[in-house]
């Protein structure tokens, strides 16, 4: 028994083996070229213009990222059956889960059984070859795209590739506010204590200072935070709007960069007067850490700084105990929605020339660049972009898939605007995100609006209006100087990926270490013979290079 | 298999794996070259070494003490109760340890001031990283870890013992001639597989304990794969650095599985 | 004859008593330090479970739950797909325990005896598996070539075989099953399937308690396989279920807008609140199954086989 059982063991692990290699050598079938078919009596198959967009069914494969909050399937998306209806075109969805994203967009791709369009971010410099170009094909086939590339040009440069190709449509949600990052502070504590808004750092050191020890929330306990943030948890991610990376600003610096969706913008580079820069080890960046330590040191910044996680901040946030703090999006983000209306959003510190700085978005709204792509297995990619083009060339269209059904989501004003309808929703859902992204495409999405779409809407809720001013206050100082978003070199993007992870790493260690043990001139020597050690040359020249390349583009 | 060929090449989806450029060791050399190269592998070696070294003993303790606990129930209630921490997950051991050594409101460091001792950053100071590490997971897995044991222990012939106390054996006699030479070979192998794993350090824990200030003892090879590769932009390169890690894992297997061939005549092979 | 563990033998004979008394002493203690020490994370988890979450994060709940709500238990058994996930995950356990065991026992044993051919060399392919594997996109098609994508059997054939259960199990044939013994059957003529079906199996309760256990935590556990190779949401285990689920109150500052800011911020709360609790819904069973177990270990299982 023991014989055959050895011998049985070892023709499983043979045949295992074996099995293994086989599949792993099956190359799979040659990727179809797009191309224009006819049907039996020789009608293309495609229609160049109207409805419907093909004369003979078909069927296309489309792989997407399901949102989080969607309850229900492509399938039944209004807009979808809306669409089938009218183009023709039958879909096949094959929907992913967000968390299975990445794993399942990498295995699809190598596994030459494509679909015919893929719904969903993507890193385009490393997939570019699986997906068609686009650019030759949009003025026949999707003039909107074409019109609204004329008239946001930062847009199409974003999206396009070094090569000069565009391999995706964008999703471009305007929400008409170039500002999403600000500071507050809590008005109730300065007038209980009599002190005006502070403009320069020292000025903010008195009211820090001031908070800490002269109790204005009035309790009778030490209990209040001046100033608070929290480190981001994936620390090769720097956007977070409530780290202290944040309070560069007060020094005339910005975090800049183009990075990637996961690691962030932030690269810790900035651009002045046409050069790029590394933020970290100009001398402003001296003075910023010195700053914070002595704030550190007396006690006026949240010992839990480098430490605490998000809902550590929060919690606190939440039972009102921080004075002073940044933010994106909403107060309430912080500090709940019942310390909300104690805080006031006010400009950074004057840097040492007077100067306030702000960091806008370079878009102002969200932005995914590779959300459309049509694959090179897609035989109909006319067809694809037509049922593009149909998507978005009209505002109907626009709202129906994304934001949904009238009535449902939205209502229609007496003047014409457009409202949401946030207080009751149908059965089935629980919030307003899983009604918007269950009955409409939402957040996952290809739709693309400018502000004329965004002016549609009404704002009425005293958040989005505090937003909204905070907006204006804001604009005279946005820095203007940016670098454009966009896409480089795959090897240069790779590169850029392994050293901005090093680079990270080491700032936020070396910020937290300066915070908290103080900073001085032989700390800051070591430091910057670290960054030489780093190659932050040449970092800074694959930025310089880009950013040339992206100013001649987009003279 | 097939697949660690992607660590010679530059691997894109649409070229597969027979169409992409083959670029031999340059993903390799990239990554000794780095800056930071030599602080992931002592980061990763020092913690994994300090965590088979001190947690191999413990299970094996626990598995005795639970052998010999006097009263059933306590023996039973001990038993249930040491092996539970093994299923709480990452997220939320890690948010219990934060909540509990929080500089400011952690319990711990409330008790600490009380003393009349300066608040200890047990989170952020590299120091106490990889202590923190270590001694959360023995508190986590040796309950799980020590039923093996048990139940090679329970697997020793009743009669040896009678024997032996016939020949008038005390219990701590008993442990020493019966039941560690029982429970030697399941101990020395489960050795061996963990030295097999000592380029593995986990990621999911190492990443949620990392803080900014700990960076410099807290970043280990996995953290910087996932951080590197993150979107899958960097196939080949975190191949490459996967294939490093288990040649690592595999020459340290076969050294100490021959070292304790020679020592305690048995091993794997 | 079933004998007790040494300790209830050892009180009918004297002589001894006072080094062992003090011994058991000792050994209680060390016990009941190991319970506590275990025991008061785990009590935490509890009355977190119930707690305000901003409480629980500020360091306010110590022995007692405070800002008592079941809004988190509430959240997670709204969600359907709870009862759908639990049974989802009892039928891949426990089919994939049972196939993994069989395997197990069965390699475990052939590779203990001596006399098995290339043991060593199937040993040293075996542990070499465990050491490198080409990564998700090769062993993806694998599967997708045997056409296991969304078919619950994937779930339990991918990684239902561990090697190291493999090892452990033959170390304990080779440590309780003495080539003397497979000798004296031998002599007796019994032969190879006989002597593993009437004399290695009854002796090997221990062990197949132990990798019982394994296999069936560890699918328990599982969700990665799931989240890549099953898309129909009804045949999605616990675990990927309740991962959803966190993953879902966690906030994101852009894509989102002002109506969405009031529940956006409940989800936050809520999913701090169900952090806790999901660890109790999900572990519960497995922890109570434990017990059951617990016998095996305890009882002596050398029926009296041994001589000399």
Same mark, same amino acid.
């Given at each position: 028994?023991?014989?055959?059982?050895?011998?049985?063991?070892?023709?499983?692990?043979?045949?295992?083996?074996?099995?293994?290699?086989?599949?792993?050598?099956?190359?799979?079938?040659?990727?179809?070229?797009?191309?224009?078919?006819?049907?039996?009596?020789?009608?293309?198959?495609?229609?160049?213009?109207?409805?419907?967009?093909?004369?003979?069914?078909?069927?296309?494969?489309?792989?997407?990222?399901?949102?989080?909050?969607?309850?229900?399937?492509?399938?039944?998306?209004?807009?979808?059956?809306?669409?089938?209806?009218?183009?023709?075109?039958?879909?096949?969805?094959?929907?992913?889960?967000?968390?299975?994203?990445?794993?399942?967009?990498?295995?699809?791709?190598?596994?030459?059984?494509?679909?015919?369009?893929?719904?969903?971010?993507?890193?385009?410099?490393?997939?570019?070859?699986?997906?068609?170009?686009?650019?030759?094909?949009?003025?026949?086939?999707?003039?909107?795209?074409?019109?609204?590339?004329?008239?946001?040009?930062?847009?199409?440069?974003?999206?396009?590739?070094?090569?000069?190709?565009?391999?995706?449509?964008?999703?471009?949600?305007?929400?008409?506010?170039?500002?999403?990052?600000?500071?507050?502070?809590?008005?109730?504590?300065?007038?209980?204590?009599?002190?005006?808004?502070?403009?320069?750092?020292?000025?903010?050191?008195?009211?820090?200072?001031?908070?800490?020890?002269?109790?204005?929330?009035?309790?009778?306990?030490?209990?209040?935070?001046?100033?608070?943030?929290?480190?981001?948890?994936?620390?090769?991610?720097?956007?977070?709007?409530?780290?202290?990376?944040?309070?560069?600003?007060?020094?005339?610096?910005?975090?800049?960069?183009?990075?990637?969706?996961?690691?962030?913008?932030?690269?810790?580079?900035?651009?002045?007067?046409?050069?790029?820069?590394?933020?970290?080890?100009?001398?402003?960046?001296?003075?910023?850490?010195?700053?914070?330590?002595?704030?550190?040191?007396?006690?006026?910044?949240?010992?839990?700084?480098?430490?605490?996680?998000?809902?550590?901040?929060?919690?606190?946030?939440?039972?009102?105990?921080?004075?002073?703090?940044?933010?994106?999006?909403?107060?309430?983000?912080?500090?709940?929605?019942?310390?909300?209306?104690?805080?006031?959003?006010?400009?950074?510190?004057?840097?040492?020339?007077?100067?306030?700085?702000?960091?806008?978005?370079?878009?102002?709204?969200?932005?995914?660049?590779?959300?459309?792509?049509?694959?090179?297995?897609?035989?109909?990619?006319?067809?694809?972009?037509?049922?593009?083009?149909?998507?978005?060339?009209?505002?109907?269209?626009?709202?129906?898939?994304?934001?949904?059904?009238?009535?449902?989501?939205?209502?229609?004003?007496?003047?014409?605007?457009?409202?949401?309808?946030?207080?009751?929703?149908?059965?089935?859902?629980?919030?307003?995100?899983?009604?918007?992204?269950?009955?409409?495409?939402?957040?996952?999405?290809?739709?693309?609006?400018?502000?004329?779409?965004?002016?549609?809407?009404?704002?009425?809720?005293?958040?989005?209006?505090?937003?909204?001013?905070?907006?204006?206050?804001?604009?005279?100082?946005?820095?203007?100087?940016?670098?454009?978003?966009?896409?480089?070199?795959?090897?240069?993007?790779?590169?850029?990926?392994?050293?901005?992870?090093?680079?990270?790493?080491?700032?936020?260690?070396?910020?937290?270490?300066?915070?908290?043990?103080?900073?001085?001139?032989?700390?800051?020597?070591?430091?910057?013979?670290?960054?030489?050690?780093?190659?932050?040359?040449?970092?800074?020249?694959?930025?310089?290079?880009?950013?040339?390349?992206?100013?001649?583009?987009?003279? | 298999?097939?697949?660690?060929?992607?660590?010679?090449?530059?691997?894109?989806?649409?070229?597969?794996?027979?169409?992409?450029?083959?670029?031999?060791?340059?993903?390799?050399?990239?990554?000794?070259?780095?800056?930071?190269?030599?602080?992931?592998?002592?980061?990763?070696?020092?913690?994994?070494?300090?965590?088979?070294?001190?947690?191999?003993?413990?299970?094996?303790?626990?598995?005795?003490?639970?052998?010999?606990?006097?009263?059933?129930?306590?023996?039973?209630?001990?038993?249930?109760?040491?092996?539970?921490?093994?299923?709480?997950?990452?997220?939320? +051991?890690?948010? +219990?340890?934060?909540?509990?050594?929080?500089?400011?409101?952690?319990?711990?460091?409330?008790?600490?001031?009380?003393?009349?001792?300066?608040?200890?950053?047990?989170?952020?100071?590299?120091?106490?990283?990889?202590? +923190?590490?270590?001694?959360?997971?023995?508190?986590?897995?040796?309950?799980?870890?020590?039923?093996?044991?048990?139940?090679?222990?329970?697997?020793?012939?009743?009669?040896?013992?009678?024997?032996?106390?016939?020949?008038?054996?005390?219990?701590?006699?008993?442990?020493?001639?019966?039941?560690?030479?029982?429970?030697?070979?399941?101990?020395?192998?489960?050795?061996?597989?963990?030295?097999?794993?000592?380029?593995?350090?986990?990621?999911?824990?190492?990443?949620? +304990?990392?803080?900014?200030?700990?960076?410099?003892?807290?970043?280990?090879?996995?953290?910087?794969?996932?951080?590197?590769?993150?979107?899958?932009?960097?196939?080949?390169?975190?191949?490459?650095?996967?294939?490093?890690?288990?040649?690592?894992?595999?020459?340290?297997?076969?050294?100490?599985?021959?070292?304790?061939?020679?020592?305690?005549?048995?091993?794997?092979? | 004859?079933?004998?007790?563990?040494?300790?209830?033998?050892?009180?009918?004979?004297?002589?001894?008593?006072?080094?062992?008394?003090?011994?058991?002493?000792?050994?209680?203690?060390?016990?009941?330090?190991?319970?506590?020490?275990?025991?008061?994370?785990?009590?935490?988890?509890?009355?977190?479970?119930?707690?305000?979450?901003?409480?629980?994060?500020?360091?306010?709940?110590?022995?007692?739950?405070?800002?008592?709500?079941?809004?988190?238990?509430?959240?997670?058994?709204?969600?359907?797909?709870?009862?759908?996930?639990?049974?989802?995950?009892?039928?891949?356990?426990?089919?994939?325990?049972?196939?993994?065991?069989?395997?197990?026992?069965?390699?475990?044993?052939?590779?203990?005896?001596?006399?098995?051919?290339?043991?060593?060399?199937?040993?040293?392919?075996?542990?070499?598996?465990?050491?490198?594997?080409?990564?998700?996109?090769?062993?993806?098609?694998?599967?997708?070539?045997?056409?296991?994508?969304?078919?619950?059997?994937?779930?339990?054939?991918?990684?239902?075989?561990?090697?190291?259960?493999?090892?452990?199990?033959?170390?304990?044939?080779?440590?309780?099953?003495?080539?003397?013994?497979?000798?004296?059957?031998?002599?007796?003529?019994?032969?190879?399937?006989?002597?593993?079906?009437?004399?290695?199996?009854?002796?090997?309760?221990?062990?197949?308690?132990?990798?019982?256990?394994?296999?069936?935590?560890?699918?328990?556990?599982?969700?990665?396989?799931?989240?890549?190779?099953?898309?129909?949401?009804?045949?999605?285990?616990?675990?990927?279920?309740?991962?959803?689920?966190?993953?879902?109150?966690?906030?994101?500052?852009?894509?989102?807008?002002?109506?969405?800011?009031?529940?956006?911020?409940?989800?936050?709360?809520?999913?701090?609140?169900?952090?806790?609790?999901?660890?109790?819904?999900?572990?519960?069973?497995?922890?109570?199954?434990?017990?059951?177990?617990?016998?095996?270990?305890?009882?002596?299982?050398?029926?009296?086989?041994?001589?000399?």
């Amino acid at each position: 028994m023991s014989k055959k059982l050895s011998k049985s063991l070892c023709i499983l692990v043979l045949v295992v083996f074996t099995i293994s290699m086989i599949s792993g050598c099956v190359a799979g079938k040659d990727p179809d070229k797009g191309n224009t078919e006819t049907t039996k009596d020789s009608k293309p198959v495609v229609n160049k213009t109207g409805l419907p967009i093909v004369n003979e069914p078909i069927t296309l494969k489309m792989m997407v990222s399901k949102h989080r909050n969607d309850k229900i399937t492509w399938a039944e998306k209004p807009c979808i059956i809306k669409a089938e209806e009218e183009t023709g075109i039958k879909f096949e969805w094959t929907e992913i889960q967000g968390s299975a994203w990445n794993e399942m967009l990498g295995v699809t791709l190598a596994s030459k059984d494509l679909p015919d369009a893929i719904i969903g971010g993507a890193n385009l410099p490393l997939y570019a070859d699986s997906f068609l170009p686009l650019n030759n094909l949009l003025g026949d086939y999707a003039p909107y795209a074409q019109e609204y590339f004329n008239k946001h040009p930062e847009i199409k440069f974003a999206s396009t590739l070094p090569d000069g190709n565009l391999y995706s449509l964008p999703l471009v949600h305007i929400t008409g506010n170039n500002a999403p990052v600000g500071y507050a502070i809590n008005k109730v504590w300065l007038d209980n204590l009599s002190l005006d808004i502070p403009e320069t750092t020292e000025e903010l050191y008195n009211v820090l200072k001031a908070f800490k020890e002269k109790d204005p929330n009035k309790n009778n306990e030490q209990d209040e935070i001046p100033y608070s943030c929290f480190q981001n948890e994936n620390t090769a991610n720097t956007d977070s709007p409530s780290s202290i990376n944040t309070m560069i600003w007060n020094f005339g610096l910005v975090n800049d960069g183009i990075g990637n969706p996961f690691t962030g913008t932030s690269d810790y580079v900035m651009a002045e007067n046409g050069k790029v820069l590394f933020v970290p080890t100009d001398e402003r960046f001296y003075d910023f850490l010195e700053y914070m330590s002595k704030l550190f040191s007396e006690g006026l910044m949240d010992r839990d700084s480098f430490v605490q996680k998000n809902q550590d901040y929060k919690a606190k946030g939440n039972k009102g105990l921080i004075g002073f703090f940044t933010y994106g999006g909403y107060e309430d983000t912080v500090v709940g929605t019942e310390y909300s209306d104690q805080y006031i959003n006010i400009l950074p510190m004057k840097d040492k020339n007077g100067n306030h700085t702000i960091m806008p978005t370079k878009i102002s709204g969200d932005f995914t660049y590779s959300v459309f792509k049509i694959t090179t297995a897609c035989k109909y990619p006319e067809a694809l972009l037509r049922l593009w083009d149909y998507a978005n060339s009209t505002f109907e269209n626009r709202l129906l898939w994304s934001w949904g059904v009238e009535n449902e989501a939205w209502e229609k004003l007496d003047d014409g605007k457009i409202a949401k309808i946030t207080s009751s929703f149908p059965e089935g859902f629980s919030t307003y995100s899983e009604l918007r992204n269950s009955r409409s495409t939402g957040m996952s999405g290809f739709w693309i609006w400018d502000e004329d779409d965004y002016n549609m809407f009404s704002i009425t809720e005293p958040r989005d209006k505090k937003y909204l001013e905070k907006g204006e206050s804001y604009k005279p100082y946005l820095k203007k100087d940016l670098i454009p978003l966009g896409q480089d070199e795959l090897e240069v993007t790779q590169d850029r990926a392994t050293m901005s992870t090093e680079i990270k790493n080491y700032i936020t260690n070396f910020v937290a270490e300066s915070v908290i043990k103080g900073i001085d001139r032989s700390r800051w020597e070591t430091h910057l013979e670290n960054c030489r050690k780093l190659d932050v040359e040449k970092f800074v020249n694959d930025y310089q290079n880009y950013y040339d390349r992206a100013q001649e583009m987009l003279k | 298999m097939y697949g660690l060929q992607i660590a010679f090449k530059n691997f894109t989806p649409a070229k597969g794996y027979l169409g992409s450029d083959w670029v031999g060791f340059k993903h390799f050399n990239k990554f000794f070259n780095s800056y930071h190269f030599w602080t992931l592998l002592k980061n990763t070696l020092f913690l994994s070494i300090y965590h088979l070294i001190v947690s191999f003993p413990f299970p094996i303790f626990l598995a005795l003490v639970l052998n010999y606990t006097p009263f059933h129930k306590l023996k039973k209630i001990t038993q249930t109760v040491t092996y539970a921490p093994y299923f709480i997950s990452m997220v939320v +051991m890690v948010g +219990m340890m934060f909540v509990f050594f929080l500089p400011t409101t952690g319990i711990v460091n409330v008790v600490i001031r009380s003393l009349g001792k300066e608040t200890i950053d047990f989170l952020g100071d590299p120091k106490m990283f990889r202590h +923190m590490y270590v001694w959360s997971g023995i508190w986590q897995s040796t309950g799980w870890s020590s039923i093996i044991y048990i139940a090679t222990l329970a697997s020793v012939s009743p009669e040896l013992h009678e024997a032996s106390i016939v020949d008038g054996a005390n219990k701590f006699q008993r442990i020493w001639y019966i039941d560690i030479p029982s429970i030697l070979p399941t101990a020395v192998i489960i050795l061996i597989l963990n030295a097999g794993r000592i380029m593995n350090v986990g990621f999911e824990k190492t990443f949620l +304990m990392q803080t900014a200030s700990n960076l410099s003892r807290s970043e280990v090879i996995s953290t910087y794969v996932y951080k590197v590769g993150i979107m899958g932009v960097q196939y080949s390169y975190a191949a490459a650095i996967g294939l490093f890690n288990n040649v690592i894992n595999f020459s340290v297997l076969l050294i100490v599985n021959k070292i304790s061939n020679k020592v305690a005549d048995s091993g794997l092979w | 004859m079933d004998c007790g563990k040494g300790g209830n033998v050892m009180s009918l004979r004297t002589g001894k008593g006072k080094e062992d008394t003090f011994f058991d002493i000792i050994v209680a203690i060390i016990a009941i330090i190991a319970l506590i020490v275990t025991l008061y994370p785990l009590y935490f988890i509890v009355i977190a479970s119930i707690s305000d979450p901003n409480a629980v994060l500020l360091g306010d709940v110590i022995l007692l739950p405070k800002g008592i709500n079941f809004v988190g238990y509430k959240y997670i058994f709204e969600e359907q797909k709870i009862w759908l996930g639990y049974r989802n995950t009892i039928f891949y356990t426990v089919v994939g325990t049972l196939f993994g065991v069989t395997v197990t026992l069965l390699a475990g044993y052939a590779l203990s005896r001596k006399d098995l051919i290339g043991r060593n060399v199937i040993m040293k392919i075996m542990v070499f598996t465990m050491f490198f594997n080409g990564g998700l996109i090769p062993t993806y098609m694998v599967v997708s070539s045997l056409n296991l994508v969304n078919n619950p059997l994937v779930l339990i054939i991918l990684g239902s075989v561990w090697v190291y259960n493999i090892i452990i199990t033959r170390t304990f044939f080779q440590s309780t099953l003495p080539e003397e013994m497979r000798e004296a059957a031998f002599i007796d003529g019994c032969g190879n399937l006989r002597f593993f079906i009437s004399i290695a199996i009854p002796l090997s309760k221990a062990i197949v308690a132990v990798i019982s256990l394994f296999y069936a935590v560890g699918h328990w556990n599982s969700y990665f396989n799931a989240l890549i190779y099953i898309t129909k949401k009804e045949l999605h285990p616990l675990q990927l279920i309740l991962r959803e689920l966190l993953i879902q109150g966690q906030s994101l500052v852009t894509n989102m807008d002002s109506s969405e800011m009031e529940s956006l911020i409940e989800r936050e709360r809520i999913a701090q609140a169900i952090k806790y609790g999901v660890i109790i819904v999900s572990t519960l069973p497995v922890i109570i199954a434990y017990p059951l177990l617990q016998k095996y270990f305890v009882k002596g299982v050398m029926i009296g086989s041994i001589k000399g």
